[in-house]
């Protein structure tokens, strides 16, 4: 699809990045950050009940969570939870390096920064947090990035708890792990700004950089997480979670879209046939003593458990449960999820339907099934089987997500798969998520911090390249050097000590690569070792040629000594290196007179790099050569 294309569906994207910062502790309890384990000491089991909210309504979140009746495990390690992080002893005082971290990074988003910070609880009932709520704070507000021609804004950026990493989710049992619980996160949302699912990848990098920059965030898998919201015209947003990597952004947002924009042509259809949320039509019929000897094997093994089978009418709906909502996967996989997740049928396929076109009923055990239940052949029939406790849950889902093919798109949660499409995870939360926390008081955010975070915070990499461009550096160096370690450094060797830039940039970008590529250890080169080699080049004690072996050696050594620097060679020693070139050269034959030139240097270089230009060698051969052609 062309940019026109996605302007002709509407197509609109908006992220919502979480990115751990890097801290020793977490966010509201003392406890190490960053240590992950799959060791534990303790587990602890807890169910999830909905509460009526302070205005008298159920959040359909927690009333779907209810719904799953799931059984949830927390693994516990001694050395890395506390009571705190289980709701049995009240949050320490915010954590004042993340908060610095975070608001630093609010300032290189261009944001506003709050002038007091206001700790809220936000309800979180999958749970993955077990006290059903995460402490989270809006911290910075109204920023913006600059992209292409244009700038795409930054609505908010809240410092929050990371949740639980989650181990299995099986049947009626969900298992977490609580390391990861309460790690220091900020979560940045963009505006809806990116038309394109080209875009969306490319405002994720920009943030990612951003980020990055500062050097205060964490790295690896799990780090950064984005959720990414997409719409089409006429559509709903919906909002895909945790994608983990920002590679897959692009496929991801373009399924998503082509999945909204078939679910509206689904509506048209359906519409077309006379069915609107008005006159939608579904009956459910218990068909456990119909079929009996089923041969198609998840049914057979139904069966055999002695789990009751449901059949669902949904009138007129004949053929649509094979409508393609996404590459490779049909209407029947929307239906199938919901069945999957909140009534927790978790063995697929978990449901058949009469639109298949694969056997799964004989076609006598259909007219079986549709004489019981008076269907025509203008339905279709879903056949769905679980336990007493489940099935009804099962029939519920499946007439629900029927019903709401007639309203368009719902509003959900949906979950990135590895293939690139995505499925459903769960309902979008209400908006009143959202409620005080009484046990932290507000926070000030005074003048005084924010100076003190500005004298470490890096200058927006977007700003250095401009720069970078302007000094004609290698092209290949720009990008890692705008958010490299190095970038000051670089700053000040080239405006201070007047080092070639393309030669600066080279050697802190491209030489530790080098080295790293030779299977040296690279782990002590730092800004130290770096500013001093640079240093004894600006000064004249190090040939540019022999900067590569400094490093090496320092990188070897540890750390830079001058000792490594081999003697310059003075004019007389030159002078008798050249004349036993010379003697060297007089046994061979050559034809050019360049190549001759060409192969005395690389015999004197081979000999003297490091304790002379390269340049200086070529000067002294051309006036010795003159001091000969005068003296003949
Ligand atoms: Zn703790």
Known sequence: MTEADYRTVGFKSGLEIHQQLFTDKKLFCRCPAGRYSEEYDAEILRHMRPTLSELGVYDGTALMEFKTKKEIIYRINRNTVCTYEMDDTPPFLINEDALDIALGIGMLYNCKLVDELHIARKQYLDGSIPTGFQRTAIYAVDGWIPYKDRTVKIIQMSIEEDSCREVSDFSHNRIYLTDRLGMPLI?????????????????????????????????????????????????????????????????????????????????????????TPETFQAEDYDITSVIKKPYYIPLKNAVESKLKISCIVLKGFKDLLRWETQPDTYFSKEISDRVRVIACLTTIPNLIHSDSRTDTLTSSDWQKVKKQTEATDNDTLIIVWASDEDIQTAVNEIIIRAKEATMGIPSETRQALSDGTNGFERILPGADRMYPDTDLPPKRIEEDRRNKIKSWLPEQFW??????????????????????????????????????PTTAAVVLIQYPKRLKKSYLNTDSIDEEMMSSILKAYADGKLTSDFILNALKMSAELGMFVEEIIPQQINDADLEKEILLAEQQMQKMKFVKKESADNIMMGILMKKLRGRISARKVSQKISRLQKDLKNVK
């Open 187 to 275: 979560e940045t949302v963009t505006g809806p700004d990116m038309r394109t699912p080209q875009e969306a990848a490319e405002v994720g990098w920009i943030c990612a950089k951003l980020v990055r920059s500062t050097h205060k965030v964490r790295r690896g898998i799990g780090a950064a997480r984005q959720d990414v919201n997409v719409s089409v015209e006429g559509g709903t947003r919906v909002e895909i979670k945790g994608v983990p990597k920002i590679t897959m952004i692009p496929l991801l947002t373009h399924n998503e879209a082509m999945r909204q924009w078939n679910l509206l042509r689904l509506r048209e259809e359906l519409k077309k046939r006379g069915l």
């Open 463 to 500: 700003k250095r390249q401009t720069w970078y461009k302007e000094l004609n550096i290698p092209p290949d160096t720009i990008d890692e050097l705008s958010i490299s370690k190095y970038a000051e450094l670089f700053k000040k060797v080239v405006n201070e000590w007047k080092i070639n």
